[in-house]
């Protein structure tokens, strides 16, 4: 059973779940929390995003609050927080990963989850933007592919972290 995620950062959230999870199996465990910020929301919905227009919200209600409440081409940013856990080793790492973009006039594309539809990020992934949909040139992430996404992710980003923080490990031990 996973921890109630109460804290009120993302690194707290990560932290404590990973925690649970390598006391609970004796293993090393990763695990991440991650959001949304509006900049005109004053960083909501942030550790809430996932429960943003309420605790039962879907992800169509949450992203219908955060158009309605923030201005469209207001400044968003997608944060992760990843945290790794060895409580044999005494080990305990937080990996962190952000995307930064704006809110659209519109929702546009089917791939993707949450927020994606709406978030246009300043990283435009060049074969992208031969298929923009947006009046100004631009896709949104779930107009994205896979592989575009993970390369400019918030996700993807502290992933990477991680694994370059293992590698130099493994050289080092």
């Known amino acids: ?57 879907t992800d169509e209600q949450n992203l219908r609050k955060l158009i309605a409440e923030a201005p469209a081409g207001s400044r968003l940013r997608y944060v992760c927080a990843l945290a790794y856990v060895d409580c044999a080793g005494g080990v305990e790492r937080i990996f962190e990963g952000a995307c930064e973009g704006t809110l659209t006039d519109r929702t546009r594309g089917e791939r993707g989850f949450g927020y994606d539809p709406a978030f246009v990020p300043d990283e435009q992934p060049e074969a992208a933007t031969v298929a923009a949909s947006g009046s100004d040139g631009t896709v949104t992430m779930a107009e994205l592919s896979d592989a575009q996404k993970d390369a400019i992710s918030h996700r993807g980003r502290a992933a990477r972290a991680l694994v370059a923080w293992l590698r130099e490990e493994a050289r080092e031990g």
Not at 4 to 21: C, L, M, S
Not at 30 to 56: C, F, K, Q, T
């Open 1 to 57: 059973m996973l921890p109630p995620e109460d804290g009120d950062t993302f690194e707290q959230n990560a932290i404590v779940k990973a925690r649970a999870a390598a006391a609970a199996t004796g293993r090393v465990a990763i695990a991440d929390d991650s959001g949304i910020e509006a900049a005109a929301l004053a960083g909501r919905p942030g550790v809430r995003s996932a429960r943003y227009a309420g605790e039962d919200a």
